[in-house]
T-cell receptor, first 114, second 111 residues
Framework: DAGITQSPRHKVTETGTPVTLRCHQTENHRYMYWYRQDPGHGLRLIHYSYGVKDTDKGEVSDGYSVSRSKTEDFLLTLESATSSQTSVYFC?????????????FGQGTRLTVV | DAKTTQPPSMDCAEGRAANLPCNHSTISGNEYVYWYRQIHSQGPQYIIH???NNETNEMASLIITEDRKSSTLILPHATLRDTAVYYCIVRVVQGAQKLVFGQGTRLTINP
């Protein structure tokens, strides 16, 4: 398995509280991503990073912010959690090679906002 | 990125070949076909990708039609552990892998 660690793996939080999810990689891959997955849906891209301090929005970025101060860490922050952000969050990494360009995914963080 | 269409579910007997179809009629010339799968609630796992030639690796084979408008993922000897949701995705190979996941095909391998 690719060296991707998500923390925490499970979290329950109250509406209106800030929450930060961490993704740590040991592969030195350039790109890092945050996806969310809701029941009956495929994964949807929230934000991604193409380098240290370089980030961009994905399909469902409203209510989320990200930061990448080091190659190995990509943080996803919910400034004020809402019940609609209850979901499973997946981090992924990839490298812009010519052939092996697949993405590797972490094991997910299950977030419940009550 | 081109849109893909997959059947919502399929069944296959253990030990038989599982053939999962995908339609991508609007695929562009520089877009590749990627397959990922998601077992239960784990993170998606890369399986294989290709441009126009058939590809094979230790997990599966990918057959792409000559006009590139459809493809088939083949699991040659399906096992119970292959039960998963399989996603067909088309996109360019360079740059960020901003994957667009559809509903996928839920493949059930029956004993």
């Amino acid at each position: 398995d690719a060296g991707i660690t998500q923390s925490p793996r499970h979290k329950v939080t109250e509406t209106g509280t800030p929450v930060t999810l961490r993704c740590h990689q040991t592969e030195n891959h350039r790109y890092m991503y945050w996806y969310r997955q809701d029941p009956g849906h495929g994964l949807r891209l929230i934000h991604y990073s193409y380098g240290v301090k370089d980030t961009d929005k994905g399909e469902v970025s409203d209510g989320y912010s990200v930061s990448r101060s080091k190659t190995e860490d990509f943080l996803l922050t919910l400034e004020s959690a809402t019940s609609s952000q209850t979901s499973v969050y997946f981090c992924a990494i990839s490298d812009p090679g010519q052939t092996n360009t697949e993405a590797f995914f972490g094991q997910g963080t299950r977030l419940t906002v009550v | 990125d081109a849109k893909t269409t997959q059947p919502p579910s399929m069944d296959c007997a253990e030990g038989r070949a599982a053939n999962l179809p995908c339609n991508h009629s609007t695929i562009s010339g520089n877009e590749y076909v990627y397959w990922y799968r998601q077992i239960h609630s784990q993170g998606p796992q890369y399986i294989i990708h290709g441009l126009k030639n058939n590809e094979t690796n230790e997990m599966a084979s990918l057959i792409i039609t000559e006009d590139r408008k459809s493809s088939t993922l083949i699991l040659p000897h399906a096992t119970l552990r292959d039960t998963a949701v399989y996603y067909c995705i088309v996109r360019v190979v360079q740059g960020a892998q901003k994957l667009v996941f559809g509903q996928g095909t839920r493949l059930t391998i029956n004993p």
